[in-house]
């Protein structure tokens, strides 16, 4: 069966440091890989994608992703956080033979960026 | 240049009562879908549709069902609402047409409905 797992439920940051918020997934073949971003009291937003191709992927905000194969990972980075950074965070995989239909989604990781 | 909306954000029912979440979307997207979102479970799909008045069951479609007459507006019902059905409800969107560009793939999704059955 398909999964995205999330390991930490909470991930905690100082203003500037580097972050990473992790994800593995259990997918056969290649599937396509995502991350969104749910804000306070607002709905999710796309961040980024993995679809092909160069395995460094760079999405909004400053935000990137690192796609390792043989890890089954995609790692969520960003070389310097910010405050407004702080946000629920949600990593979701797309089997590409499903049609489009069924992107499932991880349990999510809430980073807090402190000042 | 809001895009899925949602009309409802918080509604609060009562246990046996029927409930209608509606969603429109203004992008000409074929795909609509419904999830819910529970702490610790992330996102779980209960229902898409892929065509006008077409309808698929997702991973928890037990309670629900959907409708849609037309292809900007997707509806999700509750039957008859019970309280572990209280949760935050997302619709969202894609198309197939994005293929190749940025956008394909991409769910858009609406500012969510949190539903409280008590």
């Known amino acids: 069966a398909q999964s995205v797992a999330q390991p930490e439920d909470q991930v905690n940051v100082a203003e500037g440091n580097p972050l990473t918020v992790k994800c593995t997934y259990s997918?056969?073949?290649?599937?396509?890989l995502f991350w969104y971003v749910q804000y306070p009291n607002r709905g999710l937003q796309f961040l980024l994608k993995?679809?092909?191709?160069?395995?460094l992927v760079k999405g909004s905000y400053g935000f990137e992703a690192e796609f390792n194969k043989s890890q089954t990972s995609f790692h969520l980075k960003k070389p310097s956080a910010l405050v407004s950074d702080s946000a629920l965070y949600f990593c979701?995989?797309?089997?590409?033979?499903?049609?489009?239909?069924?992107?499932?989604f991880g349990a999510g990781t809430r980073l807090f960026v402190k000042a | 240049d809001v895009k899925v909306t949602q009309s409802s954000r918080y509604l609060v029912k009562r246990t046996g009562e029927k409930v209608f979440l509606e969603c429109v979307q203004d992008?000409?997207?074929?795909?609509m879908f419904w999830y819910r979102q529970d702490p610790g479970l992330g996102l779980r799909l209960i229902y898409f549709?892929?065509?006008?008045?077409?309808?698929e069951k997702g991973d928890i479609p037990e309670g629900y069902s959907v409708s849609r007459e037309k292809k900007e507006r997707f509806s999700l019902i509750l039957e008859s609402a019970s309280t572990n059905q209280t949760s935050m409800y997302l619709c969202a969107s894609s198309s197939y047409r994005d293929r190749g560009t940025p956008g394909a793939n991409v769910l858009t999704f609406g500012a969510g409905s949190r539903l409280t059955v008590l």
């Open positions: 993995y679809i092909t191709g160069d395995n």
């Open positions: 979701a995989v797309r089997h590409p033979d499903t049609g489009g239909f069924k992107t499932i």
């Open positions: 992008m000409d997207h074929e795909n």
């Open positions: 549709s892929y065509d006008v008045k077409m309808k």
């Open positions: 997918v056969s073949g290649n599937p396509y």
